[in-house]
């Protein structure tokens, strides 16, 4: 069974930086691409930014562009998303995912992943 679990989220005054970390269990993490979403309250949930299995290929939304980085450790069985300029619109619950091994390519859909952590809370003061 896969699991992932995300970690790092925390309070931070607009334009400072935190670092997400998903790590997965049950199989590594270089069988499939993964991916970041976020929802803020009252909002649908939004794609932020994906890798591809092999890590050599990521895509961000236009709103976190050049502020926001996806990574990944194969060999630690972890992703990550290095935020930063942070603002106060980027509060929000932030979700890793995975796709099935089946895909090595990142994808902006939400619908496309199958295994989802919990969320961490990311909040930005102004």
């Known amino acids: 069974q896969v699991q992932l679990v995300e970690s790092g989220g925390g309070l931070v005054q607009a334009g400072g930086s935190l670092r997400l970390s998903c790590t997965v269990s049950?199989?590594?993490?270089?069988?499939?691409?993964m991916g970041w979403f976020r929802q803020a309250p009252g909002k649908e949930r939004e794609f932020v930014a994906a890798?591809?299995?092999?890590?050599?290929?990521?895509v961000s939304a236009q709103s976190v562009e050049g502020r926001f980085t996806t990574s990944r450790d194969n060999a630690k069985n972890t992703m990550y998303l290095q935020m930063n300029s942070l603002k106060p619109e980027d509060t929000a619950v932030y979700f890793c995912?995975?796709?099935?091994?089946?895909?090595?390519?990142?994808?902006?859909?939400?619908?496309?992943?199958?295994?989802w952590g919990q969320g961490t809370q990311v909040t930005v003061s102004s």
């Open positions: 995912a995975g796709r099935s091994s089946a895909w090595f390519v990142p994808s902006r859909i939400g619908s496309d992943y199958i295994y």
């Open positions: 890798v591809s299995r092999s890590g050599d290929s990521t």
């Open positions: 049950g199989r590594t993490s270089g069988t499939f691409a």
